[in-house]
């Protein structure tokens, strides 16, 4: 269907395809006839625009689900012949990374030669699943002589996936995999701002052999496609990633609803706790900036604070400094690029507006705080470290999602765990430490959903690795990735028979 050998050049908006819904295999155009513009991030050029959506498209993909789960072609294979189908899934996605990529890169701005949540992690991602399929067991529980109480595991129904814009082609295999591992019917809607990789996918999906009405696919804004899904009563899981006040906002729906199973990965203002003790502060910079600097801070786990001994902070400052100032910023699908611009103008003058502000509350600005590249037309943002922060400020307890830092010292300890916890997120922290026991010491006192102690590494788990968790405040509820992820996408069922 598609081939990397076909987007040898960067791509335009003369590529794009014209994005229309896909119900039951076939492209079916919308009921509303409003539309939405995107524009190129890289130089502001417009790319096209999609409509709007209507709950009369998600009605239809979701009675598509329904016949397609309640018929069975997908849920009723073997596990062996779903696995089979998921793996000509990840071939083709493998075939086709160049171009996703490429197009994730057209439309947000992430660059094409970041290794991170790309085209080719998202094929191992499905294989993961393909393979994690049927290990997924159910139970013989203890019983008495005369029944067997068996608990089976099966496929919730139909599940609504939402995705954000951040990581296009990842976030939806993120949702997409285990759900269909599942044996689950799936209606997608991506981001309106990247919608393009999102259609390539599902038509993969349908190349690949998975049947019509199991992956299906509703373009659209929050406010239509998004709120539609969270309130249909046919739909029996909502899958969300994006904002903590959209999160909440699809909680509710779901709540007033049918009371639909929940999965909400949010934001996050995930802290660096770097102590005075013996390490590499080279070392800790150079990956404290990297995971600022990824994807243009547009991460929900990033550690966009760092809490650090006031022995060691000037000097942590100045190399953090250091390491932005090495980026290589530019169009996004230049191999050379490094830094790319933020999503969307509106984005960028989010961070703009929670920088200035910075400075009027008196934090120190060490590096950045203004636009770049402005004779492009696109929305570079320099990356961007704040000193001195005011552990109560703006900076210091909200989400940027921006290549933005707020650095704020402690004393000992205790100041550095009171400093961690006292935003109302919880998705990831970051200890940095040469003693053992202080890393597990502050895992346990942050109980946030991952702790990673001295972290150079963030690869190496692979992708069964468990990244959500638990209720994890304004950062969300549920577990996505791993096995874990893969259990949520099904439901448990008692079966209890007397013999006696």
Not at 4 to 27: C, F, M, N, Q, W
Not at 31 to 46: D, L, M, Q, W, Y
Not at 89 to 94: Q, R, S, Y
Not at 230 to 247: A, N, Q, R, W
Request: a negative charge; charged letters at 20%.
């Amino acid at each position: 269907m598609f081939s990397s050998d076909d987007t040898p050049r960067p791509l335009t908006a003369k590529d794009l395809t014209s994005v229309s819904a896909i119900v039951d295999g076939i492209a079916r155009e919308s009921v509303s006839e409003k539309r939405f513009a995107t524009f190129n991030p890289a130089n502001g050029a417009p790319l096209g625009d999609i409509l709007e959506g209507a709950a009369e498209d998600v009605d239809a993909a979701v009675a598509a689900a329904r016949r397609a789960f309640d018929a069975g072609s997908w849920r009723k294979l073997g596990a062996t012949d779903r696995k089979r189908a998921l793996f000509r899934w990840a071939d083709l996605i493998i075939k086709n990374a160049q171009l996703l990529d490429g197009l994730d890169a057209l439309e947000m701005g992430k660059p094409i030669n970041l290794p991170s949540f790309n085209a080719a992690i998202s094929a191992d991602f499905v294989r993961f699943n393909a393979e994690a399929s049927d290990k997924i067991l159910g139970a013989v529980l203890p019983s008495d002589h005369l029944s067997t109480v068996i608990q089976a595991r099966g496929p919730r129904g139909v599940v609504a996936a939402v995705t954000p814009w951040n990581f296009p082609t990842y976030n939806v295999v993120l949702k997409l995999a285990p759900a269909l591992a599942a044996g689950n019917s799936v209606v997608l809607k991506p981001s309106e701002l990247a919608t393009q990789s999102a259609m390539i996918l599902v038509k993969l999906a349908h190349e690949a052999g998975i049947p019509p009405g199991v992956v299906n696919l509703v373009p659209g804004l929050g406010l239509t496609v998004g709120r539609a899904l969270g309130e249909h009563m046919d739909v029996d899981m909502l899958t969300f990633t994006g904002s903590s006040d959209t999160g909440k906002k699809m909680m509710q729906y779901a709540g007033g609803s049918n009371m639909k199973v929940v999965v909400a990965e949010c934001g996050g203002k995930s802290p660096h706790i770097v102590f005075d003790d013996g390490l590499d502060l080279d070392r800790v910079a150079a990956f404290v900036a990297y995971m600022i600097l990824n994807n243009q801070g547009q991460v929900c786990s990033t550690g966009s604070r760092v809490l650090v001994q006031e022995t060691i902070a000037d000097a942590l400052v100045e190399k953090i400094a250091r390491a932005f100032a090495q980026i290589s910023p530019g169009d996004p699908q230049a191999q050379g690029t490094t830094f790319g611009p933020l999503a969307t103008a509106r984005q960028r003058d989010v961070v703009e507006g929670m920088v200035e502000r910075a400075k009027r509350d008196g934090a120190q600005m060490a590096s950045g705080g203004a636009r770049m590249l402005e004779n492009t037309g696109g929305y570079f943002f320099a990356p961007t470290v704040f000193h001195r922060v005011d552990p109560h400020s703006e900076l210091a307890q909200h989400e940027v999602f921006g290549p933005v830092l707020a650095v704020t010292s402690f004393k000992d300890m205790d100041e550095a765990v009171r400093l961690a916890r006292s935003t109302r997120y919880g998705l990831a922290a970051y200890v940095w430490s040469a003693n053992p026991s202080v890393g597990f010491g502050i895992a346990n006192a942050l109980q946030t959903a991952i702790t990673l102690v001295n972290a150079s590494n963030v690869g190496g788990a692979g992708p069964g690795f468990s990244f959500s968790g638990e209720p994890a405040g304004l950062s969300g509820v549920g577990v996505e990735g791993g096995l874990a992820g893969l259990e949520a996408y099904t439901r448990r069922q008692t079966i209890w028979i007397n013999h006696g």
